[in-house]
């Protein structure tokens, strides 16, 4: 056969779909109504407005199971699958094959269960390539072991690879309760009591001020990626309310989840590189403190078209693929520079820290905070002759990689400057 096939990466967060130039995104949304089963952005914007009717957990749960609430449009979580999935199909444009980028996290189970929704679309199904690996062959990153992060609805899902002449998956640990919903569960309460407190308006009281506030959720999130607070508007029957959204607490809100993924991403592969989907960016605020590099949203189609590359032409049989060749060589490493001398201090704003075994460093308002607190967002330590980053328990830079006294760092916004200062300086 000799048509082009679409790729499709199945993360239920934000589902991509990929073929002729043509790209499609839909969030893994179902709502049941009299009509039958609307998948994607349209179920999402009326998932708090119907809560008996929407449904979220049916590619993460992907069985056959009798749903709650069934109905003569679908009895079970593969059913609403199958509608998504229909829906994809259409808005590509109906490919005659797809090659499927999935989660490490789906089960044996599952990837029968997919195959058999692929098959009576139909469409023919090229493979199945881990979602991470795909995500991954283009990386620049050296030779060993890396991690993978890539947060789903309900979980998120920490890959661990190998980077030689190929990218391979060695292990896949999902972290329950540290998907997208459990965040944006917790940044909604933290914001409903904020509205309580300054308005005596509980946005959370109704499905309609309820979904208001998670259809602008994404949008203060974005704003502070970027930015240390961001202002917060609902309209309610009272008039429009205001008030500022400060990244510090929304981050202090979600302060034992992320100690979760911490923990998991040192278990499983102590300072190694951390890469992370672009769907990260849904939780902006979370890029900093897990030290994670976000990788393009193309990412994973570079892999899809080695993994396409290397499927066998005619073959019925459908391999879940967990290895591909690297994309491209990665680049040459810089010319050697003169020695600087090891650097002691941190310059900030006209002040010298010593960095010492351990020198905290995170957002305060209009600048950065320095302390004594492994716990802060970066921690700047000295190894040796050299300054270790370390975001979020992950070391950022290599010893190929040196920092010395006269290089600088730039760290949220601002301009920080490695000096020395001699003993008795």
């Not at 979580?77 to 797809?98: T, V």
Request: hydrophobic share 40%; with cysteine.
């Amino acid at each position: 056969m000799t048509d082009s096939p679409a790729f499709i990466e199945l993360v239920d967060s934000e589902i991509l779909g990929l073929w002729q130039q043509e790209l499609v995104r839909e969030p893994g949304f179902a709502l049941l109504d009299k009509g039958g089963v609307q998948t994607g952005q349209s179920a999402l914007d009326q998932a708090w407005l119907y809560p008996q009717r929407s449904f979220n957990q049916f590619w993460h749960q992907l069985n056959l199971a009798p749903l709650p609430a069934a109905s003569r449009h679908a009895r079970h979580h593969a059913d609403l699958a199958f509608a998504q999935l229909k829906a994809l199909h259409q808005a590509l444009g109906a490919p005659e094959s797809i090659l499927f980028a999935l989660p490490g996290s789906f089960s044996p189970d599952q990837l029968s269960i997919l195959l058999g929704l692929a098959n009576a679309l139909p469409v023919r199904t090229r493979a199945f390539v881990d979602a991470a690996v795909a995500a991954t062959t283009s990386a620049d990153i050296p030779d060993g072991e890396f991690l993978h992060v890539d947060i789903q609805l309900h979980q998120t899902v920490i890959t661990k690879l190998r980077a030689g002449d190929r990218i391979s998956r060695e292990a896949v640990e999902p972290v329950s309760d540290t998907g997208v919903r459990a965040f944006f569960g917790g940044w909604a309460q933290h914001i409903a009591e904020r509205f309580i407190r300054e308005y005596r308006y509980d946005p959370l009281h109704t499905a309609e001020s309820e979904q208001q506030l998670y259809s602008n959720l994404p949008r203060w999130l974005n704003a502070l990626g970027t930015e240390t607070e961001t202002v917060a508007e609902l309209r309610t029957p009272r008039g429009s309310f205001r008030l500022t959204l400060h990244r510090r607490a929304l981050l202090e809100q979600s302060r034992l989840r992320l100690q979760r993924l911490r923990d998991n991403l040192d278990q499983l592969a102590p300072n190694a590189p951390v890469l992370a989907s672009y769907r990260l960016n849904q939780l902006g605020i979370l890029t900093e403190p897990l030290g994670a590099t976000v990788l393009s949203e193309q990412a994973p189609f570079e892999g899809c078209k080695l993994a396409l590359e290397l499927a066998e032409g005619d073959s019925d049989s459908v391999d879940f693929v967990t290895h591909l060749p690297r994309g491209r060589r990665k680049p040459a490493p810089a010319p050697a520079r003169h020695q600087a001398p090891a650097a002691t201090h941190v310059l900030y704003r006209h002040r010298g820290y010593a960095i010492g075994t351990g020198l905290g460093i995170g957002p305060d308002g209009t600048g950065l905070a320095m302390a004594r607190d492994t716990n802060s967002p970066v921690v700047l330590a000295t190894q040796g002759d050299n300054i270790v980053v370390v975001r979020g328990h992950a070391l950022v830079n290599t010893n190929a990689e040196k920092l010395r006294a006269g290089d600088t760092l730039t760290l949220f916004g601002e301009t920080l400057y490695l000096i020395e200062i001699p003993p008795g300086g």
